[in-house]
């Protein structure tokens, strides 16, 4: 069974510092997919990124870096010089690629991110 | 990207009643679709997966009785809640996927509450 761990349950930082949230995942397949999702208090789930269980290059995109450690089972996510619209909780999820365009998502528990102005 | 939308994003409605959600995919034909729960301060749980034309699969402990899922067509899929109780007040959020597409794009999610 597929299982994704995100020992985080809040964060508190101030505006401008680093933060990194931490996921580590539990998965018997070989190709898997791992997502980071935000979800603002509006609700509405944004996709951050979507990583192939074969690329483990860390990939950076503006404000936001992700480093993929098969060896450790973990897909952490950092976001460099914090911004109150950062504030949202966090997800990571996995999925696997048994059935093309079928595949179900199993979530973490989330990370609620506050970032203090 | 692809949009989804769902429909209403907000419902009150009294116990015992029924209530039908909407999700569409408003500029690709989506040949799965799913459905997660969320309830306050937790995570997204898979409720069902469905695709076009077929009977939905339900994940373990989701009554299918009481939660109905059509996948009429390509850009409709609707989750109807039967006889709601206070304890299904929840998020509700669908997914969608077309097929040779691995991405799942998510709806804005409706919020249902049972008094």
Redesign the interface.
């Known amino acids: 069974a597929q299982k994704v761990t995100q020992a985080q349950t809040e964060i508190s930082v101030v505006e401008k510092e680093d933060v990194t949230l931490d996921c580590v995942y539990e998965t018997r397949d070989t190709t898997y997919?791992l997502f980071w999702?935000k979800q603002p208090p509006?609700?509405?789930?944004v996709?951050l990124i979507?990583r192939n269980s074969f690329d483990e290059q860390n990939e950076i995109s503006g404000r936001y870096s992700w480093n993929f450690q098969k060896s450790t089972s973990s897909f952490n996510f950092t976001i460099t010089a914090s911004q109150v619209v950062d504030s949202a909780v966090y997800?990571c999820a996995l999925s696997d690629?048994s059935s093309?365009?079928?595949?179900?998502?199993?979530?973490?528990?989330?990370t609620?991110l506050t970032i203090i102005p | 990207g692809a949009v989804v939308s769902q429909h209403p994003s907000r419902v009150i409605c009294k116990s015992g009643t029924s209530v039908k959600i909407e999700c569409r995919s408003l500029d690709f034909q989506a040949t799965t679709m799913f459905w997660y729960r969320q309830f306050p301060k937790q995570s997204l749980m898979l409720m069902a997966t469905s695709n076009e034309g077929s009977k939905a699969t339900y994940e373990q402990g989701v009554e299918k009785d009481k939660f109905l899922i059509n996948h009429a067509s390509l850009t409709l899929s609707t989750l109807t809640v039967t006889s709601a109780h206070p304890e299904d007040s929840s998020f509700y959020i669908c997914s969608a996927a077309a097929r040779g597409v691995y991405e799942q794009y998510f709806g804005p999610g409706t919020r249902l509450t049972v008094t």
């Open positions: 997919y999702y509006s609700g509405e789930l996709f979507r997800f690629q093309f365009g079928n595949e179900k998502l199993t979530f973490g528990t989330g609620r």
